[in-house]
């Protein structure tokens, strides 16, 4: 019998483990901060830019295209030169681009520049990831990317609360400002808590015809090509919310922006309070089983949800409530088909991250749009959010499928 082999995170005292919690979360949570930080602003932001709701809901499909794209390309670049080099590059892409946006004259210029913003997020995303790979896999990953989302997930709370508190002392413009600090201490952060956790060796260097060939392996495994549409999709449902959630709140309910905030943040503890119940279950459970589970049960709150909006049954309280409940369904799936994808391939964890974080922004980005399209109301948002969460119940029924999915051997990444 082969005995698998020691990965380094299990080597690792609980201090040095809280320390990588901290300081992974906080790389992943500068996506949700780019990304939420500013939707307060986004009704104001319509009146003093003189556009239109669907126009200035575009420049948070362009942060999600920028994230899509970004990873695509800097994954490959993670496992050819290692994760801090190209981390630290597009950290410093994000701190110009937040500077450009606090001048911004019009909605076109700030939807590029929110484009350039998700490039550089998306290195912290891919790079966040992959460390965990280099360091865990299995059921040890999904525990530790559950704890990754506790630090992430306070992100999607502060941030629209941080945004309202920098709206009262200035305009929507500042904002961006703040998150020029944010990325500046990030930068700073990843240059002295940080290691290289790729070591040379493991590197891959085969240039454009060898990252070619790794994407094209991974999109021929039928369980992690649907385990990446399960987490695109919930992802697709939740980015339907924020897209959907100041209009919605602010505009139809009456919501102020302090409110929203509340409001908003509501959600957000769905998300957490999953992530963190997920660690419990899986000290019991597979992550397949957990992920099941999860998806049966936001599919039925998602039913609820588009009922609820479109009777009006209960008001505010009601609808909160039943997205509350498909966010939770969506923090227990999300990281354990994340889990499932990436132990399959430790050997290309940057590449399979990137390709995971492509999908799940990417599908983020088409979703988002629909909600305005669809009439920016309760119910436009209700229909999208559990248009998502119906399409990745499908994908693991009809593309992953269960019973086909096993657990590999651990692959060690670091000597």
């Excluded at 509340?262 to 660690?279: D, S």
């Amino acid at each position: 019998m082969i005995e698998s082999p020691v990965l380094p995170g299990e080597l690792m005292t609980l201090r040095q483990r809280v320390r990588l919690v901290v300081v992974l979360g906080s790389l992943i949570a500068v996506g949700p901060l780019t990304i939420d930080m500013y939707l307060p602003a986004l009704p104001a932001l319509t009146a003093d830019l003189e556009t239109t709701s669907t126009a200035v809901q575009l420049t948070l499909t362009g942060t999600l295209v920028g994230l899509a794209l970004g990873q695509l390309v800097i994954g490959p670049v993670a496992d050819a030169y290692g994760r801090r080099r190209p981390l630290l590059a597009g950290l410093a892409l994000h701190v110009v681009a937040s500077a450009l946006c606090v001048v911004a004259p019009s909605i076109a210029v700030l939807g590029v520049l929110r484009v350039i913003q998700g490039l550089g997020v998306a290195a912290a995303t891919v790079v966040a990831m992959a460390v965990v790979r280099d360091l865990f896999s299995g059921t040890a990953f999904a525990r530790l990317f559950s704890r990754l989302m506790l630090v992430m997930g306070l992100a999607p709370i502060l941030a629209p609360t941080v945004g309202s508190a920098v709206l009262e002392a200035t305009n929507w413009r500042g904002v961006f400002v703040v998150l020029g600090v944010v990325g500046v201490l990030l930068t700073l952060t990843a240059l002295v808590a940080l290691r290289e956790t790729l070591p040379v060796e493991r590197r891959r260097s085969g240039g454009v015809v060898d990252t070619v060939r790794t994407y094209g392996g991974l999109l021929t495994d039928r369980v992690f090509v649907g385990m990446v549409l399960v987490a695109g999709f919930a992802m697709a449902a939740v980015f339907s919310y924020v897209a959907g959630s100041s209009f919605v709140f602010q505009d139809q309910y009456g919501l102020d922006e302090r409110q929203f905030g509340i409001a908003f943040g509501a959600g957000a503890v769905g998300l957490i309070a999953a992530t963190q119940l997920n660690v419990r279950l899986l000290r019991r459970y597979t992550p397949q089983r957990v992920l099941v589970a999860a998806l049966g049960g936001g599919t039925a709150a998602g039913a609820l949800l588009v009922a609820f909006a479109a009777t009006g049954f209960g008001g505010l309280a009601t609808l909160l409530a039943a997205l509350w409940l498909v966010l939770f369904a969506g923090g227990l799936a999300m990281p354990n088909a994340s889990a499932v994808a990436m132990t399959r391939h430790g050997e290309a964890a940057g590449t399979a991250a990137a390709l995971l974080g492509a999908v799940q922004f990417g599908t983020g980005a088409i979703a988002a749009p629909f909600v305005g399209v669809l009439g920016n109301d309760s119910v436009a948002m209700a229909v999208v959010v559990a248009g998502g969460m119906v399409a990745a119940t499908s994908a693991l029924l009809l593309v992953a499928r269960p019973h086909r999915i096993t657990e590999p051997e651990a692959v060690p990444a670091v000597a």
